[in-house]
């Protein structure tokens, strides 16, 4: 099994609908966080947390909301889809001990907003 | 936030050829990695730098740490089609967040 895990791999959804992307690891890491992918504008960070208690709005948190359910578990949400919003979003993990180790990353998940 | 731009945006190279990247950054870092995304995949840590002017190898990768602190390169040697893929640098001061570069995007011609 993959050490970070997201589903779906792909989705294709309608404008205003609501949608959830998941994530889990079993790396025991206790930091995650969710990018969005666009070509030419690389990796961007949407949300981040540093704990179960923890959320921190990233470079580009509007029109998403999160929810870590529990140490190995990180959810993503789009309230009300919007066609710009189509993107391939990551899932990854770090170590607490600085995080200088760099992030694991999920394989991803392709989203169409139509 | 923090901007990283690449150079060059594309790159595509006969097998064999050596290739060369590098990412700039509008602010220091003191950590700068680099990572390889294949198709369909989510990037993967090739190579951590934490001091400038360090020089790191890893197999035919060879990445360095600019002296200015705001710039790293990446070289790869007698490129194989397996190097096929989109590299990005991030960059980092404090290790809880990463900023990533634009990406730069390599096709290997057999």
């Known amino acids: 099994d993959a ?61 998403y909301s999160v929810s870590r359910q529990a140490q190995a578990k990180f959810s993503l949400s789009l309230e009300s889809a ?14 607490r001990t600085g995080g200088d180790l760099g992030y694991t990353f999920g394989s991803g998940t392709r989203l169409t907003v139509v | 936030g923090q901007q990283l731009n690449q150079s060059p945006q594309s790159m595509f190279i006969q097998e064999g050829e050596d290739v060369s990247m590098n990412c700039t950054s509008s602010s220091i870092f003191n950590t700068w990695l680099w990572y390889k995304q294949d198709p369909g995949e989510g990037p993967v840590l090739l190579i951590a730098l934490y001091k400038a002017g360090e020089l790191t190898s890893n197999g035919r990768l060879t990445a360095q740490f600019g002296i200015t602190r705001k710039d790293s390169f990446l070289n790869i040697s ?33």
């Open chain 1, 3 to 63: 050490d970070v895990t997201q589903t779906p791999r792909n989705r294709i959804t309608k404008t205003g609908k609501r949608i959830m992307l998941e994530c889990s690891q079993t790396k025991g890491h206790d930091r995650m966080y969710w990018y969005r992918q666009d070509p030419g504008l690389g990796l961007r960070l949407i949300y981040y947390s540093f704990d179960v208690k923890d959320i921190n709005k990233g470079e580009i948190s509007d029109g």
């Open chain 2, 78 to 110: 007698a490129s194989i089609p397996s190097d096929v893929g989109i590299y990005f640098c991030a960059g980092t001061n404090t290790g809880n967040q990463f900023y990533f570069g634009t990406g730069t995007s390599l096709t290997v011609i057999p």
């Open chain 1, 82 to 95: 919007i066609p710009n919003q189509t993107a391939l979003y990551f899932c990854a993990t770090s170590d």
